[in-house]
């Protein structure tokens, strides 16, 4: 994955019909899917990963989950420990990606939107 510090570089939409989304999204944009987990459809365009359907947690309302949008640093936990200080709210834990994909962790700023840092370690 080649990009920028503080770019966009992945993202992950909620869904509860996988099997409607990926037809939808393949139809739309040309989506290529690949099972990742029992929860978890890998999206990909000419063979290389650029997001996620996940399985919601809930129904999806107007006032639900929504895509979460990741943005690339150096190195998360400095980045973390930002988010911190700045007044964000951590979500969850860091989650370390399989096959040496980078790791994440999710957050919100501090008008509630939900999003994730990215880092290759």
Request: charged content about 30%.
């Amino acid at each position: 994955m080649s990009s920028k510090i503080g770019e966009m570089v992945w993202f992950d939409i909620p869904v509860n019909d996988f099997e409607r989304s990926k037809v939808f999204y393949s139809e739309l944009l040309g989506w290529q899917f690949e099972l990742m987990g029992p929860d978890y459809w890998l999206i990909k365009v000419d063979k290389e990963p650029i997001g996620g359907l996940k399985k919601s947690r809930t129904a999806i309302t107007d006032e639900t989950e929504m895509p979460i949008l990741y943005f690339k640093v150096d190195r998360l936990d400095p980045a973390v420990r930002r988010i911190k200080s700045l007044g964000g709210t951590l979500i969850g834990e860091r989650m370390d990606i399989p096959n040496n994909m980078g790791c994440f962790h999710l957050f919100r700023d501090k008008d509630k939107n939900l999003l994730g840092l990215w880092a290759q370690s």
